[in-house]
């Protein structure tokens, strides 16, 4: 089997079977998937590691996702949506701490309202950061003219997480209600892609039915796709879902992390120059869980800069971390002993290399 894994690494193309080949490496052979998937981000996008203050803006949401604790009819929660002010002042203080991005997230909410203010959002925190701090935007499917309102005022990255590309698993962890359409999350990835949007998307790892061979299709699509970034998680359980009884999915959370570190590693092999995030839900399995996500290629992160007491009504899942401001002395509030030659990219936006390729900024 080693030998299999050393010959298949060696190669430029994978096919469905390599990958899941790779996929079932035992902790030994995952060594050498997370030491190549290391020398390829060190060649193509360096050992920097670029910082997202997360701005968890609201968890009112109009969809019902089996898997979320924002879904709408968790009714065990406090809803609330952060005000202008609100949001400004967690911006400017990340910013103040050498932050040079955000990512504002939320539940999905299609209104004229929202969009309004969404986009009365990106354009002072443009302003009143000089141009300084890139946004990027997790809020869900909208319509092509919201995104097109939203990329004009000045965010451009946006992160819709399809969780799982295939249709049958997709449509196990959504139900069949009519917020929720398989084709409209794949066509509002395609509108933010053709809207200019540096393109994100994400999986959950380890979900109920999910088999190695949907992992394998999920990271053919996101090359086939031509992704600009991806966020992995380990998907965790959460007390007031339907989905969150545990263990259904033969996968225990150990097996979920694991699972996870090999995803990243081998989307890095496969991309090469794509902007991989390290997710929270990374550390809320293990402590040291973000910064295994990093040695196994990933190269962003998403620190948590939501006013504190709104944190304790974003519980998407069971075991989130606890609520900490961010340490002024440590901002990316990694440990920073077990990534020897990281750097933390402060003061930078952190393009994806891939997005400045794809629109051909760099030879
Ligand atoms: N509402 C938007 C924005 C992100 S929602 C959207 O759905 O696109 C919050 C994110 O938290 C989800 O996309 C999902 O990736 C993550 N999340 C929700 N429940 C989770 C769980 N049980 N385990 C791990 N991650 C989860
Ligand atoms: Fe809402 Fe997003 Fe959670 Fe789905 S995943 S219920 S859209 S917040």
Not at 136 to 159: F, I, M, P
Not at 285 to 301: M, P, S, Y
């Amino acid at each position: 089997m080693k030998k299999g894994i050393a010959g298949i690494l060696l190669q430029k193309e994978f096919t469905h079977e390599d990958i899941t080949v790779l996929l079932r490496s035992d902790e030994e052979d995952a060594k050498l998937l997370y030491a190549q998937a290391a020398i390829i981000k060190e060649k193509y996008v360096g050992n920097t590691v670029y910082l997202r203050g997360l701005i968890e803006y609201s968890n009112v949401c109009g969809k019902n996702c089996l898997y979320c604790g924002s879904r709408r009819e968790n009714r065990n929660i406090k809803r609330y949506t952060l005000s202008e002010d609100e949001a400004l002042e967690a911006v400017i203080s990340a910013w103040r701490l050498g932050f040079g991005s955000v990512t504002i997230q939320g539940g999905e909410i299609e209104s004229d309202n929202h969009a309004d203010k969404i986009e009365s959002l990106i354009r002072v925190i443009r302003e009143k950061t000089n141009n300084e701090v890139g946004v990027t935007l997790s809020l869900g499917e909208q319509e092509r003219d919201v995104y097109r309102r939203w990329y004009n005022a000045g965010a451009h990255r946006y992160l819709l997480r399809l969780e799982a590309t295939g249709r049958e698993l997709y449509n196990k962890i959504h139900p069949l209600d009519k917020e929720n359409h398989y084709e409209k999350r794949h066509a509002c990835l395609r509108a933010i892609k053709e809207t200019g949007f540096q393109t994100g998307t994400g999986l959950l790892i380890g979900l109920p039915h999910q088999t190695l061979s949907d992992l394998a299709d999920d990271l053919i699509f996101l090359r086939d796709f031509d992704i600009d970034m991806c966020v992995m998680s380990p998907f965790i359980e959460h007390t007031d879902t339907s989905e969150g009884t545990g263990g259904i999915s033969g996968f225990f959370l150990k097996e979920r992390l694991f699972l996870t570190l090999k995803m990243t590693a081998i989307l890095r092999i496969i991309m090469k120059d794509i902007n991989i995030i390290s997710s929270s839900a990374m550390q809320a399995v293990d402590t040291e869980g973000r910064e295994k996500a990093i040695l196994a290629g990933a190269n962003i992160i998403m620190p948590n800069i939501t006013p504190l007491k709104y944190r304790e009504g974003y519980k998407l899942y069971n075991h989130k971390q606890e609520s900490k401001e961010i340490d002024p002395a440590n901002v990316s509030g990694l440990n920073l002993t077990l990534l020897p030659g990281t750097e933390i990219g402060l003061k930078k936006w952190g393009d994806a290399t891939h997005y400045k390729r794809r629109k051909n900024l760099v030879l």
